[in-house]
């Protein structure tokens, strides 16, 4: 049986998930063609997800059977298959060893350092300041490395370079310009900038190798919201309009979609309202009827027959713990909008 294509969750900025992206586009991968990218919120995994990974994190590789859930084991997984610019094929043994070695320092050490250096409110009590003194002097042992060719390994990029720039690229966002302004990194700041202007960094961080809004899973349901109706929502502490223009009460249900209607949901009813002033409600319908509420799958107009399709109903007001998460809707979900087999 054909598996069907490969599936990926990833996640936008995470140096992770960018590293995976390069290494599967180097290899020649195409969301839409044949991989799925489904573009994950960290605040609302999806339950597909949690089910193949017990852990969560993103990247997360789906191929066949198997599931890959660490972004290393992705990049091998995709080189192993095509490694046109040889980021792993024709190095030594030895030099194969270095590759590791700079890898470990930058998924340990220096992930720590710029953790604490980048995000010190996370780290109560932690001074940032030591941690960006430490990450820089990670980073003067690169430029070392990357004075004579250009590269961590000479002079042409290896896995080892695609897998730390998107942590360094990281580094420099906490300052950029203290950071640009350093005067003992010279080789390690063009190695960066070479990355942050090339295309294989521009490619990965844009349509089709990002979604504009997370995956919609056909296990959630969902509801498009203006954002003053749920901001009002909030204050009161339940949701209940029906649509557009209409309340719970007028209608005896709330309007609902799955995952595959929404589209055709917002092109209908909100084509005219701008992305900040709509929402996609995001609901998880265990937790819908945790709060005692039943949904019914029901034909838009009654007399339409059985072919008709059905949308759910939510009968009842909608409390705001079902609600998953509630962001902007941007009309395009690659991966999902794009015709790839859900
Ligand atoms: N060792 C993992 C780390 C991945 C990781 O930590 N990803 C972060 C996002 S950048 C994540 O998913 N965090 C969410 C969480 O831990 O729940 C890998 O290399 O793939």
Known sequence: MNPGPAVLYSFRRCPYAIRARLALAAAGWEPGVDLELREVSLKAKPPELLEISAKATVPVLLAGQQVLDESLAIQRWALERRDPHGWLAGWSGAELAEMEALIAENDGPFKHHLDR???PNRYPGEPSEPHRRAGLAILRGWERRLAPGGWLLGSRPSLADWSLLPFVRQFRLA?????DALADLPALQHWLGRFLQGPELAAVMA???NGRSPWRSPR??????????WRAARLAGLYSRSTRGLALEEVGFIHLS???????TAARFYADVSAPDLLLLTLDPQRLANAGLTVRRE???PQAGATAERFPHLYGALPLEAVLLAAPFAPECPGQDRGVAP
């Open 117 to 119: 250096f980048k995000y």
């Open 258 to 264: 799955e995952a595959h209607q929404v589209p055709a």
């Open 207 to 209: 349509a089709p190798w």
């Open 299 to 301: 034909s838009a107009e």
């Open 175 to 179: 300052d950029p310009l203290a950071f």
């Open 220 to 229: 959630w349901l969902y509801h498009l919201a203006l954002r003053e109706e």
